[in-house]
């Protein structure tokens, strides 16, 4: 029996001990959750006030009027100056254009001026002829008008109405056996006009011509003039003929 009561004793001391182990354990955690809790509503009052005091966000500075104009004309200028690079950019693409259209134009021109001397190279003796026969009709048609302007230089201005008068202004190299009757004088009014012609260009009034067409060997008809400029064309008939292309390059005075 005291075995027993013993045993009830030790028992009883155990749970006492138990009981006291647990209740100890629950006040330890009880305590740690009401610090947490405690910091965290002091975190929580800490981020309410920081809130509330943190400063406001500067409000945005007034840009002046003359900040505003300067901004526009710096926008305008920066927009201009896009404008002319493009406009560059343009213009270098376009030279280059030119560049390679140009070089093109050198070769042809080249290629064709050796056609044109390799033809000139096989010549026949009835084409070197009619050749020497153009040389000679432009020498003679530009010797005789350089006569007509010394003979007008003397006369008021005024053209020769026929090859002897003007005759004795012929150059000293003049040497052609040419007969002047085979050209006729087309003009017959006086330099003043020519030069005050509002409808007429001085290249392009015919001075001096030859009377009849030359048959070539080619079977092309041809005609040497004078112009008021001073220069001498042997020309091939045009598609219109000679009447017709002759009809607006003779002036008769305004």
């Known amino acids: 029996m005291t075995w027993t009561k013993t045993k009830a004793t030790v028992a009883m001391a155990l749970c006492a001990a138990s009981l006291l182990i647990a209740l100890g354990a629950f006040l330890i955690t009880s305590k740690q959750i009401a610090i947490l809790r405690a910091e965290n509503q002091k975190f929580q009052a800490e981020i309410a006030e920081g809130r509330q005091s943190a400063p406001e966000p500067p409000a945005p500075t007034p840009v002046s009027t003359q900040e505003l104009d300067r901004l526009k004309h710096d926008a305008a200028e920066m927009l201009r100056l896009r404008g002319e690079v493009a406009s560059l950019q343009r213009d270098w693409s376009d030279l280059a254009k030119l560049t390679e259209e140009n070089a093109g134009l050198r070769k042809r021109l080249l290629a064709a001026a050796n056609e044109t001397k390799e033809n000139t190279d096989r010549l026949t003796p009835e084409q070197e002829a009619a050749k020497q026969v153009g040389i000679a009709k432009l020498n003679f048609t530009r010797d005789w008008l350089a006569a007509f302007r010394a003979y007008a230089a003397e006369n008021q201005g005024q053209i020769p109405t026929d090859f002897n008068q003007a005759r004795n202004f012929l150059p000293q190299t003049f040497s052609s056996t040419m007969d002047p009757n085979q050209f006729e004088i087309v ?55 000679f009447d017709e292309w002759e009809k607006g390059r003779i002036f008769t005075g305004e």
């Open 187 to 241: 003009y017959r009014g006086s330099l003043q006009q020519l030069q005050a012609s509002k409808t007429h260009k001085l290249p392009e009034i015919i001075m001096l011509r030859e009377r009849e067409p030359i048959v070539g060997p080619d079977g092309k008809r041809s005609k040497a003039y004078a112009f008021a400029d001073g220069h001498s064309e042997v020309r091939i008939e045009p598609p219109e003929g």
